[in-house]
């Protein structure tokens, strides 16, 4: 129409004109014509076209990333986080699709419905040592049967600061990991050395008796025990619990607690110096730690060094 000569002038009415009485933009007619014209292109992703690595080429390095973990079960998080340090750009949904697709995912269980929740605050806090949770799980060995594992958890860091192995869940070996990271973080283990140190704990027989109670006390340790039926408010053990679990209680077999207790220790070394959290920008527990300036040290008032 637009090329259509007009029968007074004689020349072409031309798009604009066309455009106006049509009530349409010229943009729109620009665009037919190349439709009409020319080959249709093919729609692709909106960005910068530099540096793409294609599908085939990433999922090698995923697998890549994956052999290279000595933790089972890699999320695609961390493997996205993996790349970045090795110089591969790419997003957390293509990593997570290519995962997916090639059955690379850890299996999950499915969630359920918790109701209102009773513990609605946060249990992080902002320096070190500040507070501990503590909690203990089973597992078993092949000769002596049952042996109860007890952990304990810094909640700013999650570092693990002490883990223990027993074949009785008593009193006095839940008190083992406190003990020591009493000694690794405070140098020495004496009265009122703790001071400005809480320790949340469940409301297990083990945590409410009169020693474990004395013991902390005794240390400047303040006693925070967690909501009943509420395991969010002691969520850093039971979250380091799990992935215990995950990379060791429920892939490795051992034959006695003195060999199950050897390996917890070498795990505690190995989950604090590699295994990488998001919330600290995908650095290890310890690296986390040297973020902050030395803790100083508390010197136990005269009150409570003679009461």
Not at 51 to 66: H, Q, S
Request: charged content about 25%; glycine content about 8%; overall charge positive.
């Amino acid at each position: 129409m637009s090329r259509t000569p007009s029968p007074n002038t004689g020349r072409p009415y031309g798009v604009q004109r066309v455009a106006r009485v049509w009530e349409v933009a010229r943009s729109s007619v620009y665009a037919a014509w190349r439709r009409a014209t020319g080959p249709n292109p093919v729609p692709q992703k909106r960005g910068p076209k530099r540096g793409i690595v294609p599908d085939g080429e990433l999922l090698e390095r995923i697998r890549a990333v994956l052999d290279a973990s000595p933790w089972f079960g890699e999320g695609h998080r961390k493997v996205w986080a993996k790349l970045r340090f090795e110089g591969l750009r790419t997003s957390k949904p293509r990593v997570l699709r290519l995962m997916r697709e090639a059955n690379l995912l850890a299996p999950q269980r499915a969630g359920r419905c918790l109701g209102p929740a009773v513990h609605d605050g946060t249990i992080l806090t902002e320096v070190p040592d500040e507070m501990w949770g503590t909690d203990l799980t089973t597992t078993l060995t092949l000769e002596e049967g049952v042996a109860s594992v007890f952990v304990a958890i810094d909640h700013c860091t999650a570092e693990c600061v002490g883990i223990h192995a027993a074949k009785r869940a008593t009193r006095f070996e839940a008190l083992e990991p406190i003990r020591q990271g009493v000694v690794e973080r405070y140098g020495r283990y004496a009265e009122g050395v703790c001071l400005g140190l809480s320790v949340r704990h469940d409301h297990g027989s083990q945590y409410v008796s009169d020693t474990f109670q004395d013991e902390l006390r005794f240390l400047g340790i303040f006693s925070s025990p967690s909501f009943v039926r509420a395991p969010e408010g002691n969520g850093c053990a039971e979250r380091f619990i799990r992935t215990l679990k995950e990379q060791v209680l429920w892939v490795k077999t051992f034959r006695t607690v003195e060999e199950l207790r050897e390996a917890l220790l070498a795990f505690k070394r190995q989950y604090n110096e590699a295994w990488m959290l998001e919330r600290h920008g995908y650095r290890t527990p310890s690296q986390a730690r040297a973020a902050f300036a030395p803790r100083p040290a508390v010197t136990p008032s005269p009150v409570l060094a003679y009461a």
